[in-house]
């Protein structure tokens, strides 16, 4: 972590009463007990902070930073889990007990859970738009969604071994991206804007509750060392487009795992196999080079995306795009 950055300390509550801080040290100005509007010499930009409840509140951050400033937040003695939702436009840094986490829109890691009794540092960067959601559960809330559980006991796997406090990180549900995609295009303080954020809230919520039970707590929690093995493949596979997909076998030695360990982990992080990705991504690129204007013939982009049969790439790119590349293509002149 940078420590030459300036850094402000706050506490998180469920109650808006967390303002003030940033009233009384950063020159905030708050509108209705609600929206949180920064000095411009900070940045541009609001946050937006509602209670959904007495267990369940809301904060939304959109903001530009016009200069560095570490935000950390100190442990609190409250007791809730703090579930973040990433979709800054560039990589952010999410420091929990002083390791760097990459969250944001590019970094693929755009889900969090963190407990409110862990500290932890957020660090966006400057001229960039950061967008987050965070919601913020008390625990004693969420138990009730689970008749006879123990969280520390039946979701062990999530709970960080040594503090034995909640720590996961994750990729954002293709369901939960669609709503916060859709809200991220709203001004905050629009007219409807309350209304909208605490109807996404709580179909957020219920995808939360949906996925703790299914599957978070068998997936297990990702040790740093682990994570860094699947973020070097996923480097590789962005690396490599325009090669065939190179094998689980290769991924899993550039990830120092076995195979069966990079498999499970690898679709535990992004929600798909690494083969899957490869081909999402490959395709989003053919898109972009169809519309390029760099080509004669959709045959060379298929073949520099080696393709050999233009036929089978044509089929391959309606699946993925829900139109044959002749739509898109723009020919070289």
């Given amino acids: ?76 003695e409250e007791d809730f889990w703090i579930v973040y939702y990433d979709m800054s436009d560039n990589f952010s840094k999410h420091f929990v007990d002083n390791i760097k986490h990459k969250i944001g829109h590019k970094s693929k890691l755009g889900f969090a859970i963190i407990d409110s009794q862990l500290k932890s540092t957020y660090v966006s960067t400057v001229g960039e738009r950061a967008f987050s959601l965070r919601l913020y559960i008390r625990k004693s809330f969420i138990k009730k969604y689970f008749q006879g559980v123990i969280l520390e006991k039946d979701f062990k796997n999530i709970f960080n071994d040594n503090k034995k406090k909640m720590f996961y990180y994750g990729h954002i549900d293709s369901r939960s991206k669609v709503e916060l995609f859709n809200l991220k295009q709203q001004m905050v303080g629009n007219q409807n804007y309350e209304f909208l954020l605490k109807s996404i809230s709580y179909k957020l919520f219920g995808y939360f ?56 982990l690898y679709t535990n992080v992004f929600g798909m196999s690494p083969a899957t990705f490869f081909k999402n991504e490959k395709f989003i690129l053919a ?23 233009t036929s089978y790439f044509s089929s391959v790119y309606k699946k993925c795009h829900g139109d044959l590349p002749s739509t898109v293509f723009k020919a070289k002149i």
């Avoid at 506490?11 to 609600?34: H, M």
């Avoid at 900070?42 to 939304?60: R, W």
């Avoid at 898109?287 to 049969?309: H, P, R």
Wanted: glycine letters at 6%; aromatic letters at 10%; charged letters at 25%.
């Fill in 1 to 76: 972590m940078d420590i030459t950055i300036p850094e402000f300390k706050y506490t998180a509550s469920l109650k808006p009463v967390w303002q003030e801080d940033f009233v009384d040290r950063l020159g905030c100005t708050i509108i209705d007990n609600k929206r949180m509007n920064f000095p411009k010499k900070i940045a541009h930009g609001s946050t937006f902070f509602i209670e959904i409840s007495s267990d369940v509140s809301v904060l939304i951050v959109d903001i530009v930073l016009n200069e560095p400033i570490r935000f950390t937040r100190i442990p609190s």
């Fill in 209 to 264: 509750i949906e996925r703790l039970n299914s599957n978070m707590a068998k997936g297990g929690s990702f040790l740093e060392k682990d994570l860094n093995g699947i973020m070097k493949t996923q480097e590789y596979l962005l690396s490599n487009q325009l090669n065939p997909f190179p094998g689980v076998k290769l991924l899993a030695g550039i990830a120092h795992m076995s195979i069966s360990k990079y498999s499970t």
């Fill in 287 to 309: 898109k972009e080079l169809l519309e390029s204007g760099n080509f004669k013939l959709i045959s060379d982009v298929a073949y520099e995306l080696g393709y050999s049969k």
